[in-house]
């Protein structure tokens, strides 16, 4: 009999919870009358390192910056994006202050992505960028991004790297979304 590894573990949870959110969230009220208008473009799934400083703890208050150090996330999508169909995984990032606890923290800033496309038979790589907002509930957070042509929206749920919130700050983490709505 093999072992199964704690981050395996970790990870499988992760997804199992991922996607429990993502299912209370469409059945929430006033969730169809949301994804009604605009129109989805594209749906992507995204993971994203997330920095802290300097830390998230559970019981203090404090705030600090929260950054990716540039588009060093991943952003899969199927779909379209500025009319033209997006064709592989592309790059994300953010940089942007949070406060709040581990229990209950918001966030703002700024974000950018890049993906590629088909461009009439020519491949492109799209930028774009913008601002965010992030209010969370615990480590699952909501995300709601604009950019210049759209809106991506998601939700996602804060693995942790360094520090665990009760006996160290939380000061790296993975946040991967699934489910990420791009609306123009």
Same mark, same amino acid.
Request: proline share 5%; with cysteine; net charge positive.
């Given at each position: 009999?093999? @072992?199964?590894?704690?981050?395996? &573990?970790?990870?499988?949870?992760?997804?199992?919870?991922?996607?429990?959110?993502?299912?209370?969230? %469409?059945?929430?009220?006033?969730?169809?009358?949301?994804? @009604?208008?605009?129109? $989805?473009?594209?749906?992507?799934?995204?993971?994203?390192?997330?920095?802290?400083?300097?830390? =998230?703890?559970?019981?203090?208050?404090?705030?600090?910056?929260?950054?990716?150090?540039?588009?060093?996330? #991943?952003?899969?999508?199927?779909? &379209? =994006?500025? %009319?033209?169909?997006?064709?592989?995984?592309?790059?994300?990032?953010?940089?942007?202050?949070?406060?709040?606890?581990?229990?209950? +923290?918001?966030?703002?800033?700024?974000?950018?992505?890049?993906?590629? /496309?088909?461009?009439?038979?020519?491949?492109? $790589?799209?930028?774009?960028?913008?601002?965010?907002? %992030?209010?969370?509930? +615990?480590? %699952?957070?909501?995300?709601?991004?604009?950019?210049?042509?759209? &809106?991506?929206?998601? =939700?996602? =749920? /804060? $693995?942790?790297? #360094?520090?665990n919130c009760?006996?160290?700050?939380?000061?790296?983490?993975?946040?991967?979304?699934?489910?990420?709505?791009?609306t123009q």
């Amino acid at each position: 009999m093999s @072992a199964i590894h704690p981050s395996t &573990k970790r990870r499988g949870a992760m997804v199992a919870l991922c996607a429990g959110l993502l299912v209370t969230a %469409a059945t929430l009220p006033g969730a169809a009358a949301a994804t @009604a208008s605009p129109a $989805v473009s594209a749906i992507c799934s995204a993971s994203i390192p997330l920095h802290l400083s300097p830390g =998230l703890s559970l019981l203090q208050q404090n705030s600090g910056t929260n950054q990716s150090f540039g588009e060093t996330g #991943t952003l899969g999508c199927v779909g &379209k =994006l500025d %009319a033209l169909r997006v064709t592989g995984t592309g790059s994300i990032g953010f940089s942007g202050n949070y406060a709040g606890t581990c229990s209950a +923290a918001s966030g703002v800033g700024t974000w950018s992505f890049s993906v590629p /496309v088909d461009d009439n038979g020519t491949a492109r $790589v799209l930028h774009h960028s913008g601002t965010y907002s %992030a209010p969370n509930v +615990a480590l %699952a957070i909501t995300f709601n991004g604009q950019f210049e042509t759209g &809106k991506l929206s998601g =939700l996602g =749920l /804060v $693995v942790p790297g #360094t520090g665990n919130c009760l006996t160290q700050p939380l000061s790296t983490a993975t946040l991967p979304m699934i489910g990420v709505q791009l609306t123009q």
